[in-house]
């Protein structure tokens, strides 16, 4: 099990638990704000505000909020103007982190997540420099009640290109560009799904076996997801299920 994949089901996870929480809205509306600032208010036309708006609505964000916000975002209202972001760093045992961010003030989050690596024994590195062992994903995370089978013979008509056991879930893997309809054709076979969005793959994995290094790396994910401006944070590590049941 790929360290990144196993961290997207903890963060599913953690997501779920928290999807009340006022941070977790604000992050998903600020997404929806900024989609809508770039390239517009229409959902049909705009495929990146139809990406947020769906994945606001998968939390159970009001619409009427997500209406403010793409208005906001396009002009029809005052609103905050922020900026995208993308860190990369090091955390502890060499492994590669994206942190994506969305921020009204570059200055102050930049000196935040400088700190958070520095605290928790990592480093920010150049631009380019852990970018390039990612790439790009549509990822929908299936629970395994459904047969291999079955669900290979309606997600690769719908451009899937993966399909990999992932603890209690099927993790299905497209372009970026089939999410939607990879999500369309499980909505039509009756197939429910956990999550559905597009996110940042590692294509190798760093093994984390030292107890005190894995502690240390989930806690600066832990740090850098809590983080108000960080939309999501992308990781290579690869921790036995031994050593995370030990950190549970």
Request: proline residues 2%.
């Amino acid at each position: 099990m790929s360290g990144h994949s196993k961290w997207a089901t903890i963060k599913h996870k953690k997501g779920a638990a928290d999807a009340a929480r006022a941070k977790t809205f604000a992050k998903l509306i600020r997404l929806v704000e900024v989609a809508a600032r770039e390239g517009g208010s229409d959902t049909t036309t705009n495929a990146s505000l139809r990406s947020s708006v769906t994945k606001a609505r998968d939390a159970s964000v009001p619409m009427d909020t997500i209406d403010r916000a793409i208005k906001r975002g396009s002009g029809e209202l005052e609103g905050v103007q922020y900026e995208q972001m993308m860190y990369e760093g090091y955390a502890a045992g060499g492994v590669a982190m994206l942190v994506d961010a969305l921020t009204d003030n570059r200055n102050r989050t930049g000196a935040e997540v400088r700190s958070i690596f520095s605290k928790n024994g990592g480093a920010l590195a150049e631009p380019g420099a852990v970018a390039w062992q990612f790439e790009r994903k549509g990822v929908i995370l299936v629970p395994s009640a459904i047969s291999e089978d079955d669900l290979m013979a309606i997600a690769l008509d719908a451009g899937a290109d993966d399909l990999q056991p992932q603890g209690d879930m099927w993790q299905l893997t497209c372009a970026p560009s089939d999410l939607t309809a990879l999500r369309t054709a499980l909505e039509g076979a009756g197939v429910a799904f956990e999550s559905a969005e597009t996110t940042m793959l590692a294509q190798n994995s760093i093994p984390v076996t030292e107890e005190n290094v894995a502690k240390q790396v989930l806690r600066m994910l832990d740090a850098l997801e809590d983080h108000d401006d960080v939309q999501n944070v992308y990781a290579n590590f690869d921790i036995s299920d031994d050593l995370f049941a030990v950190l549970a």
